[in-house]
């Protein structure tokens, strides 16, 4: 492994220095190798539930914390730069070199995380390629050819998914190295879907998180050359996440502004679909929280999406990301049916008829209660910092919306979603979202969301649309 690692810092230095080396020139037929665990370069032959003990409880911890949570402050007292003029201000470093930037002063760029942040994060970011890779490894192992036809893919569309399961065994092998030798290793999930439907439903749900979760702290890294290579990668994994928007015959975006969300949303919606990992994958430090249920989340595969059986949501089980069921039977499904705004087949684009959300909807919520094992060898534990729920955060776009919350019983209540818009006609609430409940409407942006954090009582994943 260390051998990887300095051939990786080797390679990455040869292209960012534009060398002249080329592939042809050095006469390989391939780049430089990907990292393969256990499980193989496709996917692991188990999945399914943890059923054993953990050797450790709860998340990475150093050796002291220094305060419950971060104080908010002034702004920083050099952030003041205002051009009214628009000329340049200040003697310049080079010709047509602009004073100002970070990394811009020829000092040599070093593609490793700086900061214990940087690493919590791109750890994070880890996680999310492994399960990806085999997650769209095992759709393509699972399902039939005739049940992919079934799902309207044929064998272009699946050779496209390959491509992006490829994909992630290089973005995986990047982060790794950046890491260094404690870079998380693959691990063993356990999936929520039974049909093609069902894991693009899935797919489309786990890149969106994947896509926020990094969007959210990529600005806030330490080191500028890895959140360079990182928005690479990232950049590859928002168009998965819109191409699996496509085959499962939703919009494609209907948003004007991609979200971002702190890591700890991430973590707490990927961690409950590991079931477990070898002995010694390094841990994360995030936090879990507990899962916010939304009873009435739409079914991505009916005519008219609110018009669940029972009233209730119609997903495949009851972890934080599962996918709407696909075996609609009533003569509702959208998959084949005639019509525009009535079909859902994939597609490059769709108008629904029916919304699968709409501003005023009253929406059904359950959350569970803290302490519950979860993730990797069910070995973290859920916590909540929050007192009692009073509002439902809205996160979308490029807004943190509140609704307020009425609480109906024992972690039961409801709220209406709210109307609102970022710009011109653009509603703000859409797309695969991230909803939280809150204790408090406190007013965040986009650079300053995880100050929400300790006021997050459970936190869930809202199909708007
Ligand atoms: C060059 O810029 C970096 C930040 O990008 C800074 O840490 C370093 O001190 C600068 N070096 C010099 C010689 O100015
Ligand atoms: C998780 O389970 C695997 C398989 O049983 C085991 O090898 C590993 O050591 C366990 N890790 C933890 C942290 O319990
Ligand atoms: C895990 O770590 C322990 C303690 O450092 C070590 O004894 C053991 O060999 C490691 N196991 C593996 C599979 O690396
Ligand atoms: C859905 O169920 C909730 C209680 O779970 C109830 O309050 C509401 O009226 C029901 N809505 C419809 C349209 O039946
Ligand atoms: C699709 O929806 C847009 C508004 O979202 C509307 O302007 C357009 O006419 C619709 N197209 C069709 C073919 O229904
Ligand atoms: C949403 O964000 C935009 C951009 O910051 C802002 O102009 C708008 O007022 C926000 N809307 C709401 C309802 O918060
Ligand atoms: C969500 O996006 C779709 C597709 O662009 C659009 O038709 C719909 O009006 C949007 N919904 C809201 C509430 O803005
Ligand atoms: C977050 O930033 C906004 C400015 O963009 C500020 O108004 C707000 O008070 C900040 N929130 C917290 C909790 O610091």
């Given at each position: 492994?260390?051998?990887?690692?300095?051939?990786?810092?080797?390679f990455?230095?040869?292209?960012?220095?534009?060398?002249?080396v080329?592939?042809?020139?050095?006469?390989?037929?391939h780049?430089?190798?990907?990292?393969?665990?256990?499980?193989?370069?496709?996917?692991?032959?188990?999945?399914?539930p943890?059923?054993?003990?953990?050797?450790t409880?709860?998340?990475?911890?150093?050796?002291t914390?220094?305060?419950?949570e971060?104080?908010?402050?002034?702004?920083?007292?050099?952030?003041?730069?205002?051009?009214?003029?628009?000329?340049?201000?200040?003697?310049?470093?080079a010709p047509?070199?602009?004073a100002?930037?970070?990394?811009?002063n020829?000092?040599?760029?070093?593609?490793?995380?700086?900061?214990?942040?940087?690493?919590?994060?791109?750890?994070?970011?880890?996680?999310?390629?492994?399960?990806?890779?085999?997650?769209?490894?095992?759709?393509?192992?699972?399902?039939?050819?005739?049940?992919?036809?079934?799902?309207?893919?044929?064998?272009d569309?699946?050779s496209?998914i390959?491509?992006?399961?490829?994909q992630?065994?290089?973005?995986?092998?990047?982060?790794?190295?950046?890491?260094?030798e404690?870079?998380?290793?693959?691990?063993?999930?356990?999936?929520?879907?039974n049909?093609?439907?069902?894991w693009?439903?899935?797919?489309?749900?786990?890149?969106?998180?994947?896509?926020?979760g990094?969007w959210?702290?990529?600005?806030h890294?330490?080191?500028?050359?890895?959140?360079?290579?990182?928005?690479?990668?990232?950049?590859?994994e928002?168009?998965?996440?819109?191409?699996?928007?496509?085959?499962?015959?939703l919009?494609?975006?209907?948003?004007w502004?991609?979200?971002?969300?702190?890591?700890?949303w991430?973590?707490?919606?990927?961690?409950?679909?590991?079931?477990y990992?070898?002995e010694?994958?390094?841990r994360?430090?995030?936090?879990?929280?507990?899962?916010?249920?939304?009873?009435?989340?739409?079914?991505?595969?009916?005519?008219?999406?609110?018009?669940?059986?029972?009233?209730?949501?119609?997903?495949?089980?009851?972890?934080?990301?599962?996918?709407?069921?696909?075996?609609?039977?009533?003569?509702?499904?959208c998959l084949?049916?005639?019509?525009?705004?009535?079909?859902?087949?994939?597609?490059i684009?769709?108008?629904?008829?029916?919304?699968?959300s709409?501003?005023?909807k009253?929406?059904?919520?359950?959350w569970?209660a803290?302490?519950?094992?979860?993730?990797?060898?069910?070995?973290?534990?859920t916590?909540?910092?929050?007192?009692?729920?009073?509002?439902?955060?809205?996160?979308s776009?490029l807004?943190?919306?509140?609704s307020?919350?009425?609480?109906?019983?024992?972690?039961?209540?409801?709220?209406?979603?709210p109307?609102?818009?970022?710009?011109?006609?653009d509603?703000i609430?859409?797309?695969?979202m991230?909803?939280?409940?809150?204790?408090?409407?406190?007013?965040?942006?986009?650079?300053?969301l995880?100050?929400?954090n300790?006021?997050i009582?459970?936190?869930?994943?809202?199909?708007?649309?």
């Open positions: 492994m260390p051998g990887l690692l300095l051939l990786a810092v080797a990455l230095s040869t292209s960012v220095h534009a060398s002249p080329s592939t042809a020139a050095s006469g390989q037929e780049g430089y190798p990907v990292i393969v665990h256990e499980n193989g370069y496709t996917s692991a032959p188990y999945h399914g943890y059923v054993g003990t953990p050797t409880i709860g998340a990475a911890k150093a050796p914390t220094l305060a419950a971060i104080e908010p402050k002034p702004p920083n007292p050099t952030a003041t730069y205002y051009n009214s003029l628009g000329v340049p201000t200040e003697p310049m470093p047509y070199v602009p100002g930037g970070l990394g811009t020829g000092t040599l760029p070093r593609y490793m995380v700086e900061s214990d942040f940087d690493f919590e994060s791109i750890a994070l970011g880890t996680y999310q390629e492994w399960i990806e890779l085999d997650l769209f490894h095992d759709g393509l192992a699972r399902f039939t050819d005739e049940e992919f036809e079934e799902a309207g893919l044929g064998p569309a699946r496209l390959e491509f992006m399961a490829n992630e065994s290089g973005h995986a092998t990047l982060l790794s190295n950046m890491l260094g404690a870079a998380p290793k693959q691990c063993v999930y356990n999936y929520p879907y049909t093609v439907r069902e693009l439903d899935f797919n489309q749900r786990v890149t969106r998180f994947g896509e926020s990094v959210g702290f990529i600005s890294l330490d080191s500028r050359e890895v959140a360079n290579l990182l928005s690479l990668s990232i950049s590859t928002a168009r998965q996440q819109m191409i699996f928007r496509q085959m499962s015959g919009s494609p975006m209907n948003v502004f991609e979200n971002g969300w702190p890591q700890s991430a973590w707490t919606m990927l961690a409950p679909y590991i079931s990992c070898p010694n994958t390094t994360l430090a995030w936090q879990n929280f507990p899962t916010l249920n939304i009873l009435n989340n739409p079914n991505i595969n009916r005519i008219n999406p609110s018009d669940t059986a029972d009233n209730g949501s119609e997903s495949t089980g009851r972890r934080i990301t599962d996918p709407s069921v696909s075996d609609v039977d009533d003569g509702q499904g084949h049916a005639s019509g525009t705004g009535i079909n859902c087949d994939p597609a684009a769709h108008n629904r008829s029916e919304p699968l709409f501003p005023g009253q929406v059904f919520l359950e569970e803290p302490g519950k094992p979860v993730g990797p060898n069910n070995s973290y534990i916590a909540t910092t929050a007192g009692e729920p009073k509002f439902v955060a809205w996160s776009q807004n943190l919306t509140y307020p919350l009425t609480v109906t019983g024992d972690h039961t209540g409801y709220t209406f979603q109307e609102g818009f970022v710009y011109e006609d509603g609430i859409n797309g695969t991230a909803m939280a409940l809150t204790d408090l409407d406190l007013f965040v942006t986009p650079f300053n995880s100050m929400l300790p006021h009582v459970a936190l869930g994943l809202y199909m708007a649309g």
